[in-house]
């Protein structure tokens, strides 16, 4: 990858992180951690590997992304923005009566939003059926869904990655937020569904495994999971919950709850010198 677009897309996801975490203030509840770690997956999806036109959220050979894990799309709802599906600003009325960005994506409401989704488990079988449907009508578009590592505890995701392999859904790309933490605490703790990677080889799927804040793992595991045929992929991507606020990483209770004032300006500070540094470079 070229400095110059790294360097674009270390930007972009910093920014993400400053719309989520303003989102989340706004609202004075919401999802922060699974947001932030997630930041560099959503800004490489959103800048540089999914065909979509802001100008056209509804064309039909769009490729189509489906937030599994409903609960963190402040960081959705920041990317969508940065792409100029709708203005930077209205992120502040997140939650909000009225708003167009609730708690949980809403297809009906939200532009570039392909799926409603919120009860874990049920978005990627709706990327499943994206992905059957691009099939059977012969379209060239791929399907993207990421997943907590939390959320991997329900057995519908199973089901779904069954399914996704019987039916070589080789349009199919999962990516599970490998953070390692959930509502409950340590995910190995409360549910343990760990091997990730030999569990989805068992179930059919290429896997890979790549550190989810680097940019260069990043492209290198998107561009392979295209030259994959016959069976579905997925990128385990190892994250930071909370990544990018000190005192919110790796904090299982940052998973669902609003800073408050002093820590939203201790955020904000941290996180504007983050994007100050990387435009100076």
């Known amino acids: 990858m070229k400095k110059s677009e790294k360097k674009a897309l270390q930007i972009a996801a910093c920014k993400i992180r400053i719309g989520a975490v303003t989102a989340v203030y706004s609202a004075k509840s919401g999802h922060p951690g ?3 770690s997630a930041a560099e997956i959503f800004a490489y999806l959103y800048f540089k590997e999914m065909k979509i036109d802001p100008n056209n959220p509804k064309d039909e050979s769009r490729d189509r992304f489906v937030l599994s894990k409903g609960h963190t799309c402040p960081g959705l709802y920041a990317a969508l923005a940065l792409k100029g599906y709708f203005p930077f600003e209205e992120l502040k009325t997140f939650r909000h009566i009225g708003s167009r960005l609730q708690g949980h994506p809403d297809m009906t409401k939200t532009p570039g939003v392909d799926m409603s989704t919120g009860s874990l488990g049920q978005g990627v079988s709706a990327a499943c059926g994206m992905a059957l449907a691009g099939k059977l009508d012969k379209k060239l578009y791929r399907v993207y869904s990421l997943l907590g590592d939390g959320e991997i505890d329900e057995g519908q995701v199973w089901e779904a990655a069954m399914f996704a392999a019987h039916h070589k859904l080789d349009n199919l790309c999962l990516i599970i937020d490998n953070n390692g933490l959930q509502i409950d605490g340590p995910v190995e703790e409360v549910a343990g569904p760990g091997p990730i990677d030999e569990k989805f080889k068992a179930f059919g799927f290429d896997v890979q495994k790549i550190d989810g804040h680097d940019f ?6 998107f561009c392979h999971a295209k030259t994959v045929k016959g069976k579905p ?32 300006k201790i955020a904000m500070d941290e996180l504007h010198k983050s994007l100050t540094e990387l435009e100076a470079e």
């Open 34 to 36: 699974g947001a932030l």
């Open 233 to 264: 992929s997925v990128i385990i991507a190892k994250t930071v919950k909370g990544k990018g606020v000190s005192y919110m990483e790796n904090q299982v209770g940052w998973h669902g709850k609003a800073p408050n004032d002093e820590q939203y």
């Open 216 to 221: 260069d793992a990043i492209e290198s595991a």
